[in-house]
């Protein structure tokens, strides 16, 4: 039995799934957070809360980078880790730090930092060759205007350090342009309370399918685990509406994107890492979108283990603890996954999701996951806005077919605003 010490996390799927994967190779894990009743007001009615399994829970300041390897040393002193680890992207250089100062397994440190701020990753990979968008970092507001004619209408405009599609937009003009800065300007700390980086990222508008890449790098080999493809809604946001697990792709095109991933996780010299990295197929070839040095989000590991049988969560957990991950693929009688979110259309709140009753006993529904009503919304801009999500497995290729299908059944009812007096 092992002992993991986790650093924060996602209060979505991967909060419940790393710690699954903990009980389930034998171990235990010690959780650190800077605010607990982040993930208690998060709970859902879906059964035990994910931390009743930790064996400790400690609070420290997780957001001060300079202080916290000394204060997890005195930790590990007492509680003698064998491993770290995080889900949460804010928090993955904080826990490469981490390990090397406790010598315990983990990526390499300027590694992890490239990969977690996408104007490094972008730096990296165009000096490795690695293909990717034609791109310009600007911290300097005044230099903006001028890169984005170089790059030219309509291009990309991203934050380096926010997640799940927040504050990514495409422009189309120089009005655009200004009011997608002003928006990333107005977000001076992201949602855990760190200083964001003032860079604004511009990148060349890139065109054809998106996937991901999923892949395990250890003991200085990258194994792809398959590629997931992806479908894109919200314009002139980038919100990700569903994904299948394998891509519906000619072989060719599947090995050039697993190739292009690769090579991005290389050039970034990512070892002892789980990571999911984003690839647009475009006419000229696989481009780099995004790599992101954790597990996939959004479902997807669970869309590969019902296809493949191979567990990206332990194999997160194994590599944490310098262990090889098992990666041997094993018959499902599953041969496609597939998950499809529901988006709020409107803004106010939930009164109710209808058509439920419909869906969830369905032969083909692995998932059916909804929100409680009397919940905010707001019309989605980022993947942080679903509603719930249906999915989905088929002994072919119909899985996705079949998610969308069943989205469909199901209609969100909002609550009447007051009427408001003349």
Same mark, same amino acid.
């Given at each position: 039995?092992?002992?993991?010490?986790?650093?924060?996390?996602?209060?979505?799927?991967?909060?419940?799934?790393?710690?699954?994967?903990?009980?389930?190779?034998?171990?235990?894990?010690?959780?650190?957070?800077?605010?607990?009743?982040?993930?208690?007001?998060?709970?859902?009615?879906?059964?035990?809360?994910?931390?009743?399994?930790?064996?400790?829970?400690?609070?420290?300041?997780?957001?001060?980078?300079?202080?916290?390897?000394?204060?997890?040393?005195?930790?590990?002193?007492?509680?003698?880790?064998?491993?770290?680890?995080?889900?949460?992207?804010?928090?993955?250089?904080?826990?490469?730090?981490?390990?090397?100062?406790?010598?315990?397994?983990?990526?390499?440190?300027?590694?992890?930092?490239?990969?977690?701020?996408?104007?490094?990753?972008?730096?990296?990979?165009?000096?490795?060759?690695?293909?990717?968008?034609?791109?310009?970092?600007?911290?300097?507001?005044?230099?903006? !205007?001028?890169?984005?004619?170089?790059?030219?209408?309509?291009?990309?405009?991203?934050?380096?350090?926010?997640?799940?599609?927040?504050?990514?937009?495409?422009?189309?003009?120089?009005?655009?342009?200004?009011?997608?800065?002003?928006?990333?300007?107005?977000?001076?700390?992201?949602?855990?309370?760190?200083?964001?980086?003032?860079?604004?990222?511009?990148?060349?508008?890139?065109?054809?399918?998106?996937?991901?890449?999923?892949?395990?790098?250890?003991? @200085?080999?990258?194994?792809?685990?398959?590629?997931?493809?992806?479908?894109? @809604?919200?314009?002139?946001?980038?919100?990700?509406?569903?994904?299948?697990?394998?891509?519906?792709?000619?072989?060719?095109?599947?090995?050039?994107?697993?190739?292009?991933?690769?090579?991005?996780?290389?050039?970034?010299?990512?070892?002892?890492v789980v990571c999911h990295t984003e690839i647009k197929?475009? !006419?000229?070839?696989?481009?780099?979108?995004?790599?992101?040095?954790? !597990?996939?989000?959004?479902?997807?590991?669970?869309?590969?283990?019902?296809?493949? @049988?191979?567990?990206?969560?332990?194999?997160?957990?194994?590599?944490?603890?310098?262990?090889?991950?098992?990666?041997? !693929?094993?018959?499902? @009688?599953?041969?496609?996954?597939?998950?499809?979110?529901?988006?709020?259309?409107?803004?106010?709140?939930?009164?109710?999701?209808?058509?439920?009753?419909?869906?969830?006993?369905?032969?083909?529904?692995?998932?059916?996951?909804?929100?409680?009503?009397?919940?905010?919304?707001?019309?989605?801009?980022?993947?942080?806005?679903?509603?719930?999500?249906?999915?989905?497995?088929?002994?072919?290729?119909?899985?996705?077919?079949?998610?969308?299908?069943?989205?469909?059944?199901?209609?969100?009812?909002y609550e009447e605003s007051p009427a408001v007096p003349?």
């Amino acid at each position: 039995m092992a002992h993991l010490l986790v650093v924060e996390s996602w209060v979505g799927s991967m909060s419940g799934l790393l710690p699954r994967a903990i009980r389930e190779g034998g171990h235990e894990f010690t959780f650190v957070t800077r605010d607990l009743h982040h993930y208690l007001r998060a709970a859902g009615g879906g059964g035990a809360h994910p931390l009743l399994a930790a064996r400790n829970i400690v609070t420290t300041d997780t957001n001060d980078a300079d202080a916290l390897p000394a204060r997890l040393e005195r930790l590990h002193a007492v509680l003698a880790f064998d491993g770290v680890v995080s889900s949460c992207d804010y928090y993955l250089p904080a826990v490469a730090r981490v390990a090397r100062h406790l010598g315990l397994p983990g990526p390499a440190v300027p590694a992890v930092e490239a990969a977690s701020r996408k104007d490094l990753t972008r730096r990296t990979l165009a000096d490795a060759g690695v293909p990717g968008p034609r791109f310009a970092a600007c911290e300097d507001p005044a230099r903006i !205007p001028d890169a984005a004619r170089d790059i030219g209408y309509p291009l990309v405009v991203k934050p380096v350090d926010l997640c799940a599609g927040m504050l990514v937009r495409e422009v189309r003009d120089e009005r655009e342009l200004e009011r997608a800065c002003r928006d990333l300007a107005a977000f001076p700390v992201n949602a855990r309370g760190q200083d964001r980086a003032p860079v604004v990222l511009l990148e060349e508008l890139l065109t054809g399918p998106e996937v991901s890449v999923e892949t395990v790098s250890h003991g @200085g080999v990258t194994h792809v685990v398959g590629v997931t493809d992806k479908s894109i @809604g919200g314009s002139p946001a980038f919100v990700e509406t569903g994904h299948m697990f394998p891509a519906d792709l000619p072989a060719a095109e599947a090995r050039a994107a697993a190739d292009t991933a690769r090579a991005a996780v290389e050039a970034l010299g990512l070892d002892h890492v789980v990571c999911h990295t984003e690839i647009k197929l475009t !006419p000229l070839g696989p481009r780099v979108v995004e790599v992101n040095p954790r !597990p996939a989000g959004n479902r997807i590991t669970e869309l590969v283990r019902h296809v493949r @049988g191979v567990d990206l969560a332990a194999a997160c957990v194994d590599v944490a603890l310098g262990a090889a991950p098992d990666l041997t !693929p094993r018959a499902t @009688g599953v041969h496609s996954a597939a998950i499809a979110f529901l988006l709020p259309a409107a803004t106010g709140t939930l009164a109710a999701v209808e058509g439920a009753e419909g869906v969830r006993d369905l032969p083909e529904v692995l998932e059916l996951s909804l929100a409680e009503p009397g919940r905010s919304v707001r019309a989605a801009t980022s993947n942080n806005e679903y509603l719930g999500h249906v999915m989905t497995a088929d002994a072919g290729h119909g899985a996705r077919v079949a998610a969308e299908r069943l989205l469909t059944r199901l209609r969100p009812r909002y609550e009447e605003s007051p009427a408001v007096p003349a």
